[in-house]
């Protein structure tokens, strides 16, 4: 992991940042002046997106779009945010060129259509999957499965808290300084074997939307002081 730049000027690929919650956790990094690359598997998808997020920002900031492949090896650190039937595929298309940098890991491995149950897969969670598959030589961290993409192209705060789930301690506290530049209180929450509660409670979400008739519940954290 890049632990000597200061960390703005860390580069952020978005894999799958066509998508609904890829594109708008794009929007938020580049608001908060990261340099953001927006991956597909089509250039232009790609380019398509990044003209969205850049009109949404209606300044000069930092949003190139590319293949998930590009913008994996000129990242810093990489998000993954494809659904969960293409996680293995789009991991193993990209492993090499993570080597030695931090994937943050937002899949739920929701298995359609019965995505309000909790459904985990063999190694325990998505993230645990990710860490199998790219080994030592990648830190993995599990966050935003909990936040709807609705709150993220909006413009105002998001009454909901993070969990951020990690493989190292300084993959949790890169993370954590992510969440925050996205406008969003972070938790450590622990080891990545942690990630199976956080991912499994995307279901649990998912079924109170739908009898409660919402479309964005979350979380918050009580009973403790953030800043300690
Ligand atoms: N939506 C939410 O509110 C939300 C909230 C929390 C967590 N999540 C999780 O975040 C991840 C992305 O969710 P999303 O709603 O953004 O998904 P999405 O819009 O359906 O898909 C995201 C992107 O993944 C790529 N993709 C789709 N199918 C693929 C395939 N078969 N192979 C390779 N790439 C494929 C597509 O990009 P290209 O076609 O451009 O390659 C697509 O734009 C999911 O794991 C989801 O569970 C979503």
Redesign the pocket.
């Known amino acids: 992991m890049e632990e000597e730049k200061s960390s703005l000027l860390l580069t952020i690929a978005v894999l ?1 940042g ?6 708008g956790l794009a929007y938020r990094w580049a608001k908060a002046g990261y340099k953001v690359l927006i991956g ?3 250039s232009e ?2 380019v398509h ?1 990044t003209s969205e997020v850049m009109e949404k920002l209606e300044g000069s900031t930092s949003v190139v779009g590319m293949e ?1 492949l590009e913008a994996a090896q000129l990242a810093d650190i990489v998000v993954l ?7 293995r ?2 991991l193993e298309s990209v492993k090499d060129a993570l080597k030695g940098k931090l994937l943050i890991d ?3 491995p ?1 298995v359609p259509p019965k995505v309000s149950k909790v459904q985990m897969p063999a190694a325990g969670s ?1 993230a645990q999957e990710a860490k199998e598959i790219l080994g030592d030589d990648v830190q993995v961290a599990a966050a ?7 709150h993220l192209m909006s413009e105002k705060d998001v009454d909901c808290d993070v969990l951020v789930t990690g493989s190292s301690k300084a993959a949790r506290t890169e993370t954590l300084t992510l969440v925050e530049a996205a406008g969003m209180t972070g938790w450590d929450a622990g080891p990545i074997e942690n990630s199976v509660v956080v991912e499994g409670l ?1 279901s649990v979400l998912i079924n109170i939307n739908k009898q409660y008739g919402s479309t964005h519940s979350g979380i918050k954290i009580t009973g403790v002081n953030h800043d300690k």
Do not use: C, D, W
């Not at 066509?18 to 594109?23: A, D, F, N, R, Y």
């Not at 945010?81 to 996680?87: C, L, Q």
């Not at 935003?144 to 609705?150: D, G, K, P, T």
């Open positions: 799958g066509t998508g609904k919650e890829g594109k597909s598997r089509s998808r790609a997106a998930n945010t494809v659904p969960y039937a293409a996680h595929e789009t937002v899949t739920v929701l998505a935003f499965q909990n936040i709807s993409h609705e995307t």
